[in-house]
């Protein structure tokens, strides 16, 4: 069974950056997309960013555009999310997940999801 584990989390003020990292046990399938998705205290589970297995197609939610970079290495079966500019309402739980396919699916299951690194930021 395919486990990821997300790194990088912690605490930081507004402002600040901070990178994720999430790297897959062994490769899920021959092709996949990889995503962030983010949970805030006593919200719903939102989408933050996803790559595609070849790298050149992300895609991410408007709050984080121009802040937020999602880029991967298949060689290491890691996907990263560089997160500058952090706002306290963006203190969440950043799960990482795996989708089967070449392309990414808004709208289909992920196949893997990891445990979550808690991002805090304070104000």
């Known amino acids: 069974q395919v486990q990821l584990e997300e790194s990088g989390g912690g605490l930081v003020q507004a402002g600040d950056s901070l990178r994720l990292s999430c790297a897959a046990s062994?490769?899920?399938?021959?092709?996949?997309?990889m995503a962030w998705f983010r949970q805030a205290p006593g919200k719903e589970r939102e989408f933050v960013a996803a790559?595609?297995?070849?790298?050149?197609?992300?895609y991410y939610t408007d709050s984080v555009k121009g802040r937020f970079t999602i880029f991967r290495d298949n060689a290491k079966n890691t996907v990263y999310l560089q997160m500058n500019g952090l706002a306290p309402e963006e203190t969440a739980v950043y799960y990482c997940?795996?989708?089967?396919?070449?392309?990414?699916?808004?709208?289909?299951?992920?196949?893997?999801w990891g445990k979550g690194t808690l991002v805090t930021v304070s104000s």
């Open positions: 997940a795996v989708q089967a396919g070449s392309s990414w699916s808004p709208v289909r299951d992920m196949d893997y």
């Open positions: 790559i595609a297995w070849g790298g050149s197609d992300s």
């Open positions: 062994e490769r899920p399938f021959s092709r996949y997309s």
